[in-house]
């Protein structure tokens, strides 16, 4: 099976090869067609066209009058009452916190050896069987001995 890159390297070499060979047999029939009268004298330079006048002033546009916005009278707020001062308070002192007892930890556990695990024994599995017509996913290498 080929790889990707390689078929995209051989199309693109034929696309390439298959656009030069149109190329050249274009040049091939225009070389052998005969040369063409020469064009006609092109002037030396292109004359100036005149720009419009650009209006300077805009026209006077009569606009309707401004409406008049109304006046509000200005509201009067009541003045914001006093609030009365709070006499200061006078707090009872802060109860002492009894002193924790120091915690007695239980004793560790011993650590548990555990045994060692069997080894697995190997198992050799049959080849995988070949459908007709259905391509392999991939081909694993043969296991290192």
Do not use: C, N, W, Y
């Amino acid at each position: 099976m080929a790889s990707g890159s390689a078929v995209f390297a051989t199309a693109l070499v034929m696309a390439l090869l298959l656009a030069g060979s149109t190329t050249s047999h274009a040049a091939r029939r225009l070389a052998d067609t005969a040369p063409a009268a020469a064009p006609a004298a092109v002037p030396e330079g292109i004359p100036a066209v005149p720009k419009p006048p650009v209006p300077t002033t805009v026209p006077a546009v009569a606009l309707p009058p401004m409406p008049t916005v109304p006046t509000v009278p200005a509201a009067t707020v009541p003045p914001v009452p006093q609030v009365p001062a709070v006499p200061a308070a006078t707090l009872p002192p802060m109860p002492a916190v009894p002193a924790v007892p120091a915690a007695t930890l239980p004793p560790p556990v011993p650590k548990v050896a555990l045994p060692p695990m069997p080894a697995a024994p190997k198992v050799t599995l049959p080849p995988m069987p070949s459908v007709p017509g259905v391509p392999m996913p991939f081909l694993a290498p043969p296991p290192s001995a």
